[in-house]
T-cell receptor, first 113, second 111 residues
Framework: DTAVSQTPKYLVTQMGNDKSIKCEQNLGHDTMYWYKQDSKKFLKIMFSYNNKELIINETVPNRFSPKSPDKAHLNLHINSLELGDSAVYFC????????????FGDGTRLSIL | RKEVEQDPGPFNVPEGATVAFNCTYSNSASQSFFWYRQDCRKEPKLLMSVYSSGNEDGRFTAQLNRASQYISLLIRDSKLSDSATYLCVVNGSNQGGKLIFGQGTELSVKP
């Protein structure tokens, strides 16, 4: 039973296309996140939702739009993909409250041709 | 200054060695601290939380010095399977659960 699952695991597409990545967690957590890890290995937060409400929105191009239909799901839609979007995207979830560690999905490797 | 800074790597050590990683953070209001481990091409996984009094989990010991804004991780009797990147992670006090990740320190344990 995978706690945080993302699909697809690999995504190879051309510049200019629109794509979506899905994430689901079965841990009963209230908060979900999207992170981007680039080729230099820095892991940076992009968005966070708590009970379907956006609570963190870092400086991310508005081509990236998260959607949370319910607290167990947080999807990421990307419009007009660019070369610089190539990275590994991780979904994570946590309980609410300070000190709660985050549990990560196994990542989506996005490659833009 | 980066929000979370770690020792540059890679650390190459023989099996059985003791190795220490250091980390500093810039936000004095930070409240929660963690060490995560990331294997090559895998997701980060929580290794341990770091408490003010220091804490130990088997061969791993974590320390926190709030005055110096410094966190450490000590690995004793290192195993081949400890080879990974170790990420120092800090949570700000008013940042809605936002975690700030250090760049990570790569550890390679050799036979």
């Amino acid at each position: 039973d995978t706690a945080v699952s993302q699909t697809p695991k690999y995504l190879v597409t051309q510049m200019g296309n629109d794509k979506s990545i899905k994430c689901e967690q079965n841990l009963g957590h209230d908060t979900m996140y999207w992170y981007k890890q680039d080729s230099k290995k820095f892991l940076k937060i992009m968005f966070s939702y708590n009970n379907k409400e956006l609570i963190i929105n870092e400086t991310v191009p508005n081509r990236f739009s998260p959607k949370s239909p319910d607290k167990a799901h947080l999807n990421l839609h990307i419009n007009s993909l660019e070369l610089g979007d190539s990275a590994v995207y991780f979904c994570a979830s946590s309980g609410t409250g300070l000190g709660q560690p985050q549990h990560f999905g196994d990542g989506t490797r996005l490659s833009i041709l | 200054r980066k929000e979370v800074e770690q020792d540059p790597g890679p650390f190459n050590v023989p099996e059985g060695a003791t190795v220490a990683f250091n980390c500093t953070y810039s936000n004095s209001a930070s409240q929660s601290f963690f060490w995560y481990r990331q294997d090559c091409r895998k997701e980060p996984k929580l290794l341990m939380s770091v408490y003010s009094s220091g804490n130990e989990d088997g061969r791993f010991t974590a320390q926190l010095n709030r005055a110096s804004q410094y966190i450490s991780l000590l690995i004793r009797d290192s195993k081949l399977s400890d080879s990974a990147t170790y990420l120092c992670v800090v949570n700000g006090s008013n940042q809605g659960g936002k975690l700030i990740f250090g760049q990570g320190t790569e550890l390679s344990v050799k036979p």
